[in-house]
């Protein structure tokens, strides 16, 4: 029985695939007919496993180069003001939990304007990696295997939404941050 639906399959499945051939061209053009840029930006669309590729415009950079880093520490300081206290929710985008690539992706955008990936995966490779000795505020700091992350704001301590804190600052040299730290990166 099993084999009889089997063939069955197989030949509805090649009958299928004949009959395409005599598709009316007119109505599916042909990739050459099609317009480059309609194509691209379809293909731009696509979404696929391939590593994020940062939407940061020269525009953002610019715009951030021309703030100081008191400026900086101010706008750092009014997203934690915000959102200090906020409980950890994984998945969670909001003041009623969030996570910490979600509270990165909340505090780039509101103090620096810049559009952040929502995922961890997708931040750990933005920028340009950077030694822990020259952390500046704004630069990513990166834990446990890259799956936690949170924002440098100077003098050795970051802001992110810890698991068991929620929205809280940290130091790098704390015990359980200096064993887990993973790497840096600067988008900024």
């Not at 695939?17 to 053009?29: I, M, V």
């Not at 915000?82 to 409980?87: A, L």
């Not at 780039?108 to 000795?133: C, D, M, W, Y």
């Amino acid at each position: 029985m099993l084999k009889k639906l089997l063939v069955i399959t197989g030949a509805l499945f090649l009958a299928a695939c004949s009959s395409s051939s005599k598709l009316d061209t007119a109505t599916y053009p042909s990739v050459d007919e099609r317009n480059d840029a309609e194509l691209t930006s379809f293909i731009g669309q696509l979404k696929t496993n391939r590593p994020y590729q940062s939407s940061l415009s020269n525009q953002y950079v610019r715009q951030y180069s021309t703030v100081s880093p008191a400026q900086s520490a101010q706008r750092l300081a009014q997203v934690y003001n915000k959102w200090v206290g906020t409980r950890y929710r994984l998945g969670g985008t909001g003041r009623g939990g969030i996570d910490c690539s979600a509270f990165m992706q909340t505090a780039f955008a509101t103090a620096f304007g810049v559009n952040l990936p929502r995922s961890t995966s997708e931040q750990r490779s933005l920028g340009q990696r950077i030694q822990k000795h020259q952390l500046k505020q704004g630069d990513l700091v990166f834990f446990r295997g890259n799956s936690h992350v949170g924002v440098y704001i100077g003098n050795n301590k970051f802001m992110h939404a810890s698991s068991s804190q929620g929205v809280t600052i940290s130091s790098l040299d704390e015990n359980y941050w200096a064993r887990t730290y993973t790497q840096s990166r600067r988008i900024l």
